[in-house]
């Protein structure tokens, strides 16, 4: 007797789609995150990767601004974003890169850490950097530079975003050693590590659903 022909396994139902609300929740959330962890960098006297670590290094040189730093050379990358993601991708993370250089601006008035251990801002503040950088990613947006380019090369080539952020972090975390103390470089690229792990471990292609 042939053996009875098993039932069709069912479609998944598709992905349910992210309301304004969603995005908004998660563009604010996101970027408080994003922006706290830079702080925390900052006041250790850490560097973090990408467009960021230009950032540091530049405002450690010349006392100038760093959240202006970090938007002035986040806006480039943007060219690359609306040609190959899109305009919904590219005016989140506008919108982002803008919230997280506001934020970074007004921390001061509103969080002094008295006493903060730089391998604990290193972790600590990597976790946050990371999370924050998932949450803008899970909802088509992103903090510019690098983070750009990695998303790009994560939905047109499948190389994990988490695995380029993390190259590119700690090359440029490894080229400021001209600049910085050899102790607080290795902190850095712990905390670049941190960074890396958080959107290695959580953002693959497929398995996330919600678009």
């Known amino acids: 007797m042939a053996a009875p022909t098993p039932a069709p396994t069912p479609a998944p139902a598709p992905a349910p789609l992210h309301s304004w609300l969603d995005d908004g929740h998660a563009l604010l959330a996101g970027t408080l995150f994003v922006a706290l962890g830079l702080v925390m960098f900052a006041n250790a006297g850490l560097l973090t990767g990408g467009v960021a670590g230009v950032a540091f290094l530049v405002s450690y040189a010349t006392g100038w601004s760093l959240a202006a730093c970090f938007w002035l050379f986040s806006l480039p990358f943007f060219l690359l974003a609306w040609r190959r993601l899109g305009p919904e991708f590219t005016l989140k993370s506008l919108a982002a890169v803008t919230a997280v250089s506001l934020f970074t601006a007004l921390a001061p008035r509103v969080v002094r850490f008295e006493l903060l251990n730089p391998w604990l801002a290193s972790v600590l503040g990597g976790f946050l950097i990371g999370f924050g950088l998932l949450a803008l990613l899970r909802h088509q947006a992103s903090v510019g530079g690098v983070n750009i380019v990695a998303q790009w090369l994560q939905r047109s080539r499948g190389i994990r975003a988490g695995h380029v952020q993390m190259a590119v972090d700690i090359a440029v975390v490894l ?37």
């Open 175 to 211: 080229a400021a050693l001209a600049v910085v103390p050899p102790l607080r470089v290795l902190q850095s690229v712990l905390g670049a590590v941190a960074i890396g792990a958080i959107l290695t471990l959580n953002h693959r292609p497929g398995r996330y659903l919600g678009v």
